[in-house]
């Protein structure tokens, strides 16, 4: 660890990562123009140059909204506020490198995730938090020393909790480690410069360039095809596929308030509803609106999704869920109108901070939730026998594990 002094007067870390295309302060957060939409269909990479060799061991990615970055050699540790990038490292084999997270009792989801694959452990409990009361803390960075830093800097910089200045950001950048982040989880708040926004396996891709692990990138890419070319020929016509409702936790049947999100318009949160075909029971409701909204009583009755999926849910056990939202609901005047509670297809949903790993979970619950003729019915976290998995767990501990 490095000195937690305050006293930052002089670079404290390693000399081998500096900014090569962006210059720290302002510029490292303007990014570049363009559009606000994937860059490329899902599940495909882009073709732009963004690694480099000078021909030595040094080498260079290029990553909006940060721009180029030199590394002399892989870097080692790093730190995340999301679990999409912890996702994506740990996918690459680098789950031991973690030396911070944003609230690391958070991750208790991450690791029931993978516990349902074998011969793989992680473990976050050592991890320093890097969000306190609500904020995060510049000098916890320093004290973290991480090797890189796997966040939007703009996260920092507008993010909830955050409001660094440029210079704030520049100093960590220059003393302890690069950002190499990029937020698309969701649409971008307005505050936001504009910069592409890319798929998850675009990040993916600029991921495996910083630590040199292009294999085990194309060997999760193809388990995610594979996966995706076995389903979707199974799906049904568009015609016959249920409306789907998704919600996050600010579902509320006691006062009738319900936060729903637009997964067609969502980014990477939403891969997997628009990889499988769902319908979006709100399209049409939520037109003109944000993304995200809250409904009454009223609206959701008017809309009457034949499914009704909370966001967050699949990692906890059902009980919580049931005592929360689907009795509660189940037992309001109103609520109980409503066809996905009378069907039954009341549904704790998916991670939405998901990388390579969350995706094929999340994949294959969506598929049996909605379309359980298909392909099974979801019974919850681990209960389906190997028949019943659409994807090979001990192939994707394989690639975890560097086994290719």
Not at 89 to 99: I, K, R, S
Not at 287 to 296: N, V
Not at 373 to 396: I, M, P, Y
């Amino acid at each position: 660890m490095a000195d937690d002094s305050s006293d930052h007067g002089t670079p404290t870390r390693r000399d081998y990562m500096k900014y090569g295309g962006a210059v720290v302060g302002g510029s490292l957060l303007a990014g570049c123009t363009g559009g606000s939409g994937d860059s490329s269909p899902e599940g495909e990479t882009s073709t732009d140059e963004t690694a480099e060799s000078s021909g030595d061991q040094s080498y260079s990615v290029t990553i909006e909204p940060t721009g180029r970055v030199e590394f002399d050699e892989v870097p080692e540790t790093w730190a995340s506020l999301d679990a999409a990038e912890a996702d994506m490292a740990y996918a690459l084999g680098q789950g031991d490198g973690l030396v911070a997270y944003g609230e690391p009792k958070k991750l208790a989801g991450f690791t029931r995730w993978m516990d349902q694959l074998p011969d793989v452990t992680f473990d976050p409990t050592d991890a320093i938090r890097l969000k306190v009361g609500g904020t995060v803390d510049p000098e916890l960075f320093y004290e973290a020393d991480a090797d890189v830093h796997l966040i939007d800097p703009n996260t920092l910089r507008i993010g909830d909790g955050a409001r660094w200045s440029n210079e704030e950001i520049g100093e960590v950048s220059d003393r302890v480690g690069p950002f190499i982040g990029h937020f698309n989880r969701t649409p971008r708040p307005e505050e936001y410069p504009e910069y592409p926004m890319y798929s998850l396996y675009e990040q993916f891709e600029k991921y495996a360039q910083v630590y040199q692990q292009q294999e085990r990138f194309e060997a999760f890419e193809t388990v995610h095809d594979e996966l995706l070319s076995e389903i979707r020929p199974e799906l049904p016509p568009e015609s016959e596929r249920p409306t789907v409702g998704m919600f996050t936790g600010g579902f509320k049947p006691d006062e009738g308030r319900f936060d729903v999100r637009d997964f067609i318009r969502g980014g990477t949160e939403g891969k997997q509803y628009r990889d499988l075909g769902a319908i979006n029971a709100f399209e049409d409701a939520l037109e003109g609106r944000s993304y995200k909204a809250t409904i009454d009583y009223e609206l959701l009755l008017e809309v009457d999704p034949d499914v009704i999926l909370i966001q967050w849910g699949a990692e906890h056990p059902r009980e919580r869920y049931e005592n929360r939202f689907f009795e509660p609901l189940r037992k309001n005047e109103f609520g109980a109108q409503l066809t996905a509670v009378q069907n039954g297809r009341l549904y704790m949903g998916a991670d939405p901070a998901q990388g390579p790993i969350f995706n094929l979970f999340n994949t294959e619950m969506l598929a049996k939730q909605l379309y359980p003729e298909q392909f099974g019915e979801w019974k919850g976290l681990g209960e389906h026998t190997d028949a019943e998995r659409l994807f090979d767990r001990q192939r994707v501990a394989d690639i975890i594990n560097g086994n290719l």
